[in-house]
């Protein structure tokens, strides 16, 4: 299983916008992946609901995780955009 443990990157944590942001860049990513608080249970990084029920607060770390193939690539990609708090998925890493 791939994974990136990374801190949230948005002052605001990952609600609202950059919920939004986010899920929608793991929805793109074309592989499943999780999102966890590091102490919690992982939950569907593609679905908003889930993504605000973390709770997650800027500066907080959580852990991204998938063991589809290709996932080093994604999440790479997703730990980028959560850690830098950028406003769309980068195009490069």
């Avoid at 939004?20 to 990084?45: E, L, M, Q």
């Avoid at 959580?62 to 193939?69: G, K, P, R, T």
């Amino acid at each position: 299983m791939a994974e990136r443990r990374v801190n949230v990157g948005w002052a605001e944590g990952l609600h609202a916008r950059p919920a939004s942001i986010f899920v929608r860049a793991a929805t793109a990513a074309g592989v499943p992946v999780t999102i966890a608080k590091a102490d919690g249970k992982p939950v569907n990084a593609a679905s908003m609901l889930a993504v605000l029920g973390l709770g997650a607060q800027g500066g907080e770390e959580i852990v991204l995780a998938s063991d589809a193939e290709g996932a080093d690539i994604a999440l790479d990609r997703l730990a980028k955009l959560v850690s830098e708090g950028l406003e769309e998925l980068p195009e490069t890493v």
